[in-house]
């Protein structure tokens, strides 16, 4: 079956503008993920849904990043007036549940911000 | 907090030489431990587990034992290949945490030379 899906790929954007990046989960998976994998800081947790709500946002850098999802499905990472430092890889992984379920990791989006 | 700490990188074997990447944790409870790889191109995926001290997650050749005195996790292969050249990264989930979200340690690429 399909696997975790992420669009765009790659996005060049310049200081100051909003980014959207999309992630389609494993279907009827209800826990999702997003991590950032960067020079600097290695692979770290972003957030974390649960169905459509997300019980812990604590990885989220700033205000200026948010995300939702919906549907129980697909979800969006979003964020504002980006700077350099929010240049990364953009993972998402989804997963049948939380603990002691498999996480399955999409392709990543590569955000670089100029 | 919660943290994973691997051994830098970048290692560069021979083709059939003896592999060991290091991995020590600090996290309070009993965490499960994972080694997650990533081939070039490719989205990361899980290599290998250990969810309880003394178990031994292995997979394709690779083998790595949950040693709670050491607190560590390290990953070894008695025979690389040139198809092993990745990164590998070694992470932690909170045993009783009700997220499943996964600790990162910075990541070791490894390069195989025929």
């Known amino acids: 079956g399909a696997g975790v899906s992420q669009s765009p790929s790659n996005k060049v954007t310049e200081k100051g503008k909003d980014v959207e990046l999309r992630c389609d989960p494993i279907?009827?998976?209800?826990?999702l993920y997003w991590y950032r994998q960067s020079l600097g800081q290695g692979l770290e947790f972003l957030i974390y849904?649960?169905?459509?709500?997300?019980?812990?946002k604590s990885g989220l850098p700033s205000d200026r990043f948010s995300a939702e999802r919906t549907g129980g499905s697909v979800s969006t990472l979003t964020i504002q007036r980006t700077q350099q430092e929010d240049s990364a890889v953009y993972l998402c992984?989804?997963?049948?549940?939380?603990?002691?379920?498999?996480?399955?990791f999409g392709p990543g989006t590569r955000l670089t911000v100029t | 907090g919660d943290s994973v700490t691997q051994m830098e990188g970048p290692v560069t074997l021979s083709e059939e030489a003896f592999l060991t990447i290091n991995c020590t944790y600090t996290?309070?409870?009993?965490?499960?431990l994972f080694w997650y790889v990533q081939y070039p191109g490719e989205g990361l995926q899980l290599l290998l587990k250990?969810?309880?001290?003394?178990d031994k997650g292995s997979n394709k050749g690779f083998e790595a034992t949950y040693r709670k005195e050491t607190t560590s996790f390290h990953l070894e292969k008695g025979s690389v290949q040139v198809s092993d050249s990745a990164v590998y990264f070694c992470?932690?989930?909170?045993?009783?945490?009700?997220?499943?979200?996964?600790?990162f340690g910075q990541g070791t690429t490894l390069q195989v030379k025929p």
């Open positions: 279907s009827g998976h209800t826990a």
């Open positions: 996290a309070t409870g009993y965490p499960s």
């Open positions: 992470a932690l989930r909170w045993g009783s945490s009700n997220t499943g979200k996964l600790i």
């Open positions: 250990a969810t309880k001290a003394d």
């Open positions: 992984a989804s997963s049948l549940g939380t603990s002691g379920y498999e996480q399955y």
């Open positions: 849904f649960q169905g459509n709500s997300a019980p812990d």
